[in-house]
């Protein structure tokens, strides 16, 4: 267990210091969303997109597509930049 937090406080240090250094014009990056990153990352995906006070219909849609391993760092990096909306510059 203490492995498994060693290592997931590390990989998301790392993912604040690459998304907080790389330049991003969209990104709306603070306390907390960080902790909301963290949060949809480490104990639930969706629950971030409810500390940002997102819609019911995409903490559902984090909250069931997330349990699938890929999909867990989408939803992390989904409420740590705080994306709002379903789109992303036309894109899903």
């Known amino acids: 267990m203490k ?3 060693k290592t997931t406080t590390l990989a998301v240090c790392a993912v604040v210091l690459l998304v907080s250094t790389t330049p991003m014009g969209f990104a ?3 306390g907390k969303t960080v902790g909301a990153g963290a949060l949809s990352l480490i104990i639930w995906p969706g629950i971030g997109q409810a500390v940002n006070r997102e819609k019911g219909n995409k903490v559902g849609t ?3 597509i997330g349990l699938f391993p890929p999909f867990r760092f989408w939803s992390g990096y989904d409420a740590l930049v705080n994306r709002k909306g379903g789109y992303w510059k ?3």
């Open 90 to 92: 036309g894109r899903i």
């Open 62 to 64: 984090h909250a069931l």
């Open 28 to 30: 709306e990056i603070t």
């Open 3 to 5: 492995t498994f937090l």
